[in-house]
């Protein structure tokens, strides 16, 4: 089976530009996490999707970050206008939760995004 | 909120040894306590996890110890090969909102195993 599969695998762009990343998490499963992860603050959750609801953005930096879900098999994570301090590698990951028990997130290869 | 600290940041073992990495959590409305393993240009993948109702779990060379108790768990690899180098997270769950609980992550330790 395919595992999540994310792309692009690398992005530079320039200061200003759109930014787009994509995901398709693992059919069936019911739960889409987007992090990200840098040297200085390890693994951040920015948005966590149940069912194609967003359920929790608490962690989405500001304005400039967009998440979407419009089906089961597909989330984009935007960000606009892109800033240097986006420079990250931004991880996709899918899990099946049922009810309030945690399970395995099953992680993509990730994004790796440089904003010159 | 959900606090995770992890350490040590980086550790450096013989081949044979034993590796091993602590975290600390602050606060949990119940217990899943994994770890995750990441290769350099990968994402992380489970290695192992954790229930409440065992304070220990061991997976071949791979063992949890936890203590409830002192809001501690720890990753230890017996017999740690060259293989095993890699960066290693622990998490905890923190409540998200909805009902709805999330991992909250440490910042991981790079383990280097040389020959």
């Known amino acids: 089976d395919a595992g999540v599969i994310q792309s692009p695998r690398h992005e530079v762009t320039e200061m200003g530009q759109e930014v787009t990343l994509r995901c398709k998490p693992i059919s069936g499963h019911n739960s889409l996490f987007w992090y990200r992860q840098t040297m200085m603050r390890g693994l951040e959750l920015l948005i966590y999707?149940?069912?194609?609801?967003?359920?929790?953005d608490s962690g989405m930096p500001e304005d400039r970050f967009s998440a979407k879900m419009p089906n089961a098999s597909f989330s984009t994570l935007k960000i606009q206008p892109s800033e240097p301090r986006d420079s990250a590698v931004y991880f996709c990951?899918?899990?099946?939760?049922?009810?309030?028990?945690?399970?395995?997130?099953?992680f993509g290869e990730g994004s790796r995004l440089t904003v010159l | 909120q959900q606090q995770v600290k992890q350490s040590p940041q980086s550790l450096i073992v013989q081949k044979g040894g034993i590796s091993i990495i602590n975290c600390a959590y602050e606060?949990?409305?119940?217990?899943?306590f994994p770890w995750y393993q990441q290769f350099p240009g990968k994402g992380p993948a489970l290695l192992i996890a954790i229930r409440p109702d065992v304070s220990e779990k061991k997976e071949g060379r791979f063992t949890i110890s936890f203590n409830k108790s002192a809001k501690q768990f720890s990753l230890h690899i017996m017999d740690s090969q060259p293989g095993d180098s890699a960066t290693y997270f622990c998490?905890?769950?923190?409540?998200?909102?909805?009902?709805?609980?999330?991992?909250?992550f440490g910042k991981g330790t790079k383990l280097s195993v040389i020959p």
């Open positions: 998490a905890a769950p923190a409540y998200s909102g909805a009902g709805s609980y999330q991992l909250t």
């Open positions: 990951a899918s899990s099946i939760i049922t009810g309030t028990r945690l399970a395995e997130l099953f």
């Open positions: 999707f149940n069912n194609n609801v967003p359920i929790d």
């Open positions: 606060n949990t409305a119940f217990d899943y």
